[in-house]
């Protein structure tokens, strides 16, 4: 049997060929990928900026100003300044669990952002079951925070790791059942079906005003998953040093100030997805009817409006999250966990049922 020499080279070029389109198939589905992390990225750093500027103003004082035009930098300048700093170890520690603590912390969060949509063709995966695995993902959050108390060898930080774990399990019952009772109202559990149910009837077609308990029971939630003031017992500085945080330095360190600012966003676009319309304007028809036009255009033009209606409904919550931090005080230990088993549970309860009975007796 005789090969020629060019059947030699058209299947070398035939093998090259496939092997560029395997290559560049990555390439593109790599890019929609680093898109979102770059856009979150961006999303972190302007809530750091927004977070100082509003704390400077309400305690009446002048936040960053230095760093880049109104201080817009200053988030940026800490970041590099904790790249570069020494990471200590410690030397009774469990070194591993120590490493990989603030690891798990953040890849749980970033993996949640791909069920989030942006608009009404901008979601990294629209699943079926897409809320119900943000609520998956995000319960394993706490492992690597209770990794990194245990393996700081370090009295404040196990106790601060323990208080993380307790207040997560405590709160993401009551927030599961709310997510239920939306899940319900819009016979689906995908984040896109979900802001679609809402645009039926427009600015009154929110979840916000079908599921009142549930947004506050939501609302109170969501903060005590991110952590944040009034419930911030797991880093409370007057008890435990910095909990969990006390033994890092360095980009670990970093990695533990960026998650609990991506876990506030990532709230913060629930808030949105679940009641508020998600990208939808959702003006009242009767007073201004043009804009109410804005949810049928379609193409780059009406992405672009519906990611700017949803970063506005996001930034929105999280103004209202960034000022309950310097309003209300402290909760005790006891405090916080009577709120989410006595409270919140048997409310996040009933609200299920009221809703599972409307349902039934609409059909």
Do not use: H
């Amino acid at each position: 049997m005789i090969i020629y020499t060019t059947e030699v080279e058209d299947i070398n070029s035939f093998y090259t060929l496939e092997s560029l389109k395997e290559v560049y198939g990555i390439i593109w589905m790599l890019v929609p990928i680093l898109t979102l992390v770059l856009g979150i990225t961006i999303g972190v750093l302007v809530i750091v900026w927004l977070e100082r500027e509003i704390s400077a103003a309400i305690q009446q004082r002048i936040g960053p100003e230095y760093a880049g035009p109104l201080g817009i930098l200053q988030a940026l300048a800490d970041g590099t300044k904790l790249l570069f700093k020494e990471n200590i170890l410690p030397s009774r520690g469990n070194t591993r669990l120590f490493s990989i603590g603030p690891a798990i912390a953040v890849i749980s969060i970033l993996l949640s952002f791909s069920v989030i949509p942006f608009s009404s063709r901008l979601i990294l995966a629209d699943l079926n079951i897409g809320i119900f695995l943000w609520i998956a993902i995000s319960s394993i959050a706490p492992v690597g925070l209770l990794m990194s108390g245990y393996g700081s060898n370090n009295k404040y930080s196990f106790l601060g790791g323990l208080r993380a774990a307790a207040q997560s399990i405590s709160y993401e019952i009551p927030l599961t059942l709310c997510v239920l009772s939306i899940s319900l109202l819009s016979n689906s559990s995908s984040t896109v079906d979900i802001v679609e149910a809402q645009s039926k009837y427009g600015f009154w077609g929110w979840n916000l005003w079908r599921q009142p308990i549930g947004f506050i029971v939501f609302l109170i939630s969501s903060l005590a998953e991110c952590e944040r003031l009034p419930f911030d017992l797991p880093e409370a500085e007057e008890e435990l040093v910095a909990g969990y945080q006390t033994e890092y330095s360095g980009i670990k360190f970093g990695l533990f100030y960026v998650a609990s600012y991506l876990n506030l966003l990532l709230s913060s676009l629930f808030v949105t997805v679940l009641y508020l319309g998600g990208w939808n304007i959702s003006i009242p028809y009767v007073f201004v009817p043009e804009l109410f036009e804005i949810n049928k255009i379609n193409g780059i033009i009406g992405t672009t409006i519906g990611i700017f209606i949803t970063l506005a409904k996001t930034y929105l919550f999280l103004f209202i999250s960034i000022a309950t931090r310097w309003t209300l005080p402290r909760l005790r230990m006891d405090q916080l966990l009577n709120l989410g088993w006595k409270f919140l549970l048997p409310i996040s309860l009933g609200n299920l049922l009221l809703t599972t009975s409307f349902q039934l007796l609409s059909l």
